[in-house]
């Protein structure tokens, strides 16, 4: 009886021991958060360069009229709100904890950082060249060179040296005031994005298949000609051939749907892409006179995805293109015969 008397009592004491296991939890919350403080004293709007080194990229951007340019390449698109978000999350950073200026840093790892990061404002000139270089072993030197100091009024240096495994946070130093804080890993994780991540994908061309006229396929082993009129494409030196329709339309379709994944600004000999002896070649004519013709070469040496591609419409330049529109043209005239209707004489003769 005694037991029962008490069991309320029991469960009442387990309930406010539970609550108050939640609300140390939640209080500690509340402190870690009141301990976050800002990394950088500024908003996104204010940044007219950004420029980083990590074990992957090395890479300077600079901003004019909203546009945003790269000093390494700077004929690469870019895609401006890939830009903008990466620049937002970088000047939104977050420290987890203020270690202060006097705090030992020989085991830190800002001798070979993971990263090193520079903001530029309005206050001052743009960053115009970053001298800091990947080292073998994936991490960079903390030699940066922008403008003519790296600690300028307006300019915001962070190093990101090592990840203390125990905090899951990284080392950060910033040289405007010299203080170290850290950084939760989660936070710089994907933070800064390499060239091809930045890239914006470019049309090959404004025409619509129902334009084409005319078409020519030549491959390794032959030459064919296209003509359309009203929807329906022959061959024009064999007008009688009967095609299939949804194949040639396909081809005309791939031309006009064509999308670059990257661009090679400055190409080499169009022998390392295999451009000097393509798989295909396609031109297309449209109605009004406009011409294009594009160059397939070889795959991709870091990416079997991909294929070259050199578009008249942009010479000087060498497209990657998914190579599997290579698939649309890997035809010839037997494989691109159709089946011819049937007709009242021939269904008399079965």
Known sequence: MKQKRYLPLLILVGVVVVLGILLALLSGLEEEEETSVPLFDLSADEVTGLAYVDADSEVTLLKDDDAWTMS???????????????????????????????????????DEPTMVICLATDDMEPITETSVDGTDDGTATTETATAETAVSDGVYLVTVGALNDITDAYYVKAEWNGHVYTIASSNLSSLLK?????????????????????????????TLSFTQSDGVWTLTDDPEYTLDQDAVEKMAAT?????????????????????????AIVS???????????????????????????????AGVVYEVNADHLAAFAQ???????????????????
């Open 72 to 110: 390494q390449d700077p004929m690469l698109p870019l895609d401006t709100d890939t830009v903008d978000t990466m620049v937002s999350n970088i000047a939104e950073l977050s420290a987890l904890r203020d270690l202060g200026e006097e705090t030992a840093t020989d085991d830190m790892g800002f």
């Open 194 to 222: 390499t060239p091809r991540q930045l890239y914006a994908s470019q049309d090959i061309t404004d025409l619509e298949s129902d334009d084409i006229t005319l078409m020519t396929l030549e491959t390794p082993t032959e």
């Open 255 to 279: 031309i006009c749907a064509l999308t670059t994944e990257y661009t090679i600004t400055t190409p080499e000999a169009d022998s390392v892409y295999g451009l000097d002896a393509p798989d």
């Open 284 to 314: 297309v004519q449209a109605a009004d006179g406009t011409t294009l013709t594009c160059t397939f070469g070889a795959v991709t040496e870091a990416d079997d995805s991909l294929c070259y591609l050199r578009s008249s419409h942009t």
């Open 332 to 350: 010839s005239k037997e494989t691109l015969k159709g089946e011819e209707e049937a007709t009242a004489e021939s269904a008399d003769a079965e």
